[in-house]
């Protein structure tokens, strides 16, 4: 069992910000699993899409996923398609509360519509591509979380509210 909060969602769910106003607010370590992968790599996201391809990238994910729950008590936030691999999904089951970031794919698309960091997004539409991974990877999203949260629909100061007192009653 882990004693951490893991935050999933699509890209553009806006999780890395939702996850340092919390770990601000819990007093909590500040964990990024794509930050991490980076460190370890020694190289940026797209330089190991392009080098091991998005299987040496899933490899080096599962690996931060579990040096980020070996940790003590942390605000962990992940990549969109870290539920895509069974073993994450499993090592979610373990952890004290897994919050689903939930965006439309039109929210998505304006949030990372700039954004050159994500190769699954560099294509001639970004949008399509963003509607069927949304498709494929919502069922799992919805299996490993306790909550799920609508970021259209709430304000970040909201959201953090939210999860909050999801923590307090869990903990
Ligand atoms: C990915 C999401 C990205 C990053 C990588 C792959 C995905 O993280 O892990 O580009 O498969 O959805 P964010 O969700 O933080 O953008």
Do not use: C
Request: hydrophobic share 45%.
């Amino acid at each position: 069992m882990s004693e951490s909060l893991v935050l999933v969602g699509p890209m553009g769910a806006g999780k890395s910000t939702i996850a340092k106003a919390l770990a601000q607010k819990l007093q909590l370590q500040l964990l990024d699993i794509d930050q991490m992968v980076v460190d370890n790599a020694g190289a940026d996201i797209p330089w190991i899409f392009d080098v091991e391809g998005e299987h040496g990238f899933r490899k080096r994910e599962t690996f931060a996923l579990q040096s980020a729950l070996a940790q003590p008590k942390a605000v962990i936030a992940s990549g969109g398609g870290l539920v895509t691999q069974l073993e994450n999904r499993q090592l979610l089951a373990q952890v004290k509360l897994v919050v689903y970031l939930k965006a439309s794919v039109q929210s998505q698309f304006q949030r990372t519509a700039k954004d050159k960091n994500r190769p699954l997004l560099q294509q001639s539409d970004p949008q399509a591509v963003l509607q069927k991974l949304f498709a494929d990877r919502e069922p799992w999203y919805q299996q490993v979380a306790d909550i799920s949260i609508d970021t259209d629909k709430n304000n970040p100061k909201e959201i953090v509210q939210k999860i909050v007192k999801q923590w307090k009653a869990a903990s």
